[in-house]
């Protein structure tokens, strides 16, 4: 089973950095998609960013594009997302998944992390 965990969220102010971080277990990862997703209140959950776990190739939310970039360290099983010049809409609960396709839809993730709050404060 693939087991996800994410870490760094925190409060900052508008145009900071954050640097989030999503462990696995190790499991699965050599043909799966790991995507990030966010959720503000009220809203539904959001594609962010995805990252290929066998190859380089990434895909970026238009709302984010130019500002985050998602990376992965393959030995230490970990995929990060930098956060740059962060805004107030940016404001919401952050989560990694697991996929086995290269999709935008959360339903194509079968395996999710708890979530990180990040805060963007004007």
């Known amino acids: 089973q693939v087991q996800l965990e994410e870490s760094g969220g925190g409060s900052v102010q508008i145009g900071d950095s954050l640097t989030l971080s999503c462990s696995t277990n190790?499991?699965?990862?050599?043909?799966?998609?790991i995507a990030w997703f966010r959720q503000a209140p009220g809203k539904e959950r959001e594609f962010v960013a995805l990252?290929?776990?066998?190859?380089?190739?990434?895909l970026y939310a238009d709302s984010v594009k130019g500002r985050f970039i998602v990376s992965k360290d393959k030995p230490d099983n970990i995929v990060y997302l930098q956060m740059n010049n962060l805004k107030v809409e940016d404001t919401a609960a952050y989560y990694c998944a697991r996929g086995s396709r290269y999709s935008t839809s959360r339903l194509e993730y079968d395996y999710w992390g708890q979530g990180t709050q990040v805060t963007v404060a004007s």
């Open positions: 190790g499991r699965h990862l050599s043909s799966s998609v």
């Open positions: 990252i290929r776990w066998s190859r380089d190739s990434t």
